[in-house]
């Protein structure tokens, strides 16, 4: 079983227009058309049996209506292997009743973006986020580290995350990009210790640039097969969940990056697809 734990989807009346202006802020090509029967081919392409969608609400007015579309989404596509997470939004005042509506839409978790929504992870508008959602047994998935649209910035550092585990205790928490995108030095000093869980979206490999002439080769260059068998030294295969962060990665080299690194079978099984469908309890 493959499980990708990490992609997007865009109404179709707007995805051509958000694909485009993604695209040429983080100066990377679209690997589908943003939609969801684009991801549904590319899942049919790939063999992926599932797939995590992960809405971002950017303002507090979008929080109710993705959740009751991710729950319509979830309840018309589950059957064809879509998993639609919810959202939370920093400034939302009502978080703990919409939380408890997420979890009775049986909606898996949430996903959060610091970097999007402006606000640092172990501030305590995020903080009483992740409280709550660890009371409801919520799953909460969130950017971590650099995003490549916003330069320099990081709202999701380790350092941040490991003030948010020791507040908040264990919890079904998923840090993204490899626990923090281009921070991997310090996610391995800071959190290898932690009960947190880990995804390969947008890390592996290299960043498949625009022709735009934008880039520098060595800013290309993302995690080594040498590089991630450290953090499967340090966290344990148990703790890393295969994603891809489609569109902005083609999933068959994706999963043909784990299938080919020095691992036994069953581990190599457990990233593709095992530990997510235990998290997932599928």
């Known amino acids: 079983m493959i499980i990708d734990m990490h992609t997007h989807i ?28 684009g991801l549904k081919k590319s899942m049919d392409a790939a063999q992926i049996n599932f797939s995590g969608v992960l809405p971002v609400a950017t303002n507090t007015s979008q929080v109710e209506k993705i959740n009751s579309s991710s729950a319509a989404l979830n309840e018309k596509f589950f059957g064809e292997g879509i998993i639609s997470f919810g959202c939370m939004h920093p400034d939302f005042t009502n978080y703990r009743e919409e939380l408890s509506r997420v979890k009775n839409h049986g909606l898996k978790g949430i996903k959060i973006h610091p970097v999007y929504q402006d606000v640092n992870l172990d501030d305590v508008k995020f903080l009483r986020i992740l409280d709550r959602a660890a009371e409801l047994n919520l799953i909460v998935v969130t950017h ?7 330069p320099g910035v990081v709202r999701c550092s380790p350092q941040m995350t490991r003030r948010v585990v020791e507040a908040v205790g264990d919890f079904k928490f998923v840090l993204a990009h490899m626990g923090g995108w281009k921070n991997w030095d310090d996610v391995l000093k800071i ?30 260059k993302l995690l080594t097969p040498a590089q991630f068998m450290e953090f499967v030294k340090i966290f344990g295969a148990d703790k890393i969940l295969f994603g891809t962060d489609s569109p902005w990665t083609s999933a068959t080299p994706s999963i043909d990056f784990i299938k080919n690194l020095p691992l036994a079978a069953e581990d190599k099984d457990k990233i593709l697809g095992l530990n997510a469908q235990k998290l997932l309890e599928l």
């Not at 865009?10 to 990377?28: N, Q």
């Not at 971590?144 to 916003?150: E, S, T």
């Open 10 to 37: 865009f109404p179709e009346k707007i995805s051509g227009t958000v694909i485009e202006k993604l695209s040429r802020v983080s100066r990377t090509p679209a690997f589908t058309d943003g939609t969801l029967s």
């Open 144 to 150: 971590a580290g650099l995003d490549i649209g916003f």
């Open 191 to 220: 959190l290898g210790d932690t009960k947190i869980f880990i995804d390969t979206s947008f890390s592996t490999g290299k960043i498949i640039p625009r022709n735009d002439f934008h880039w520098e080769e060595d800013d290309l």
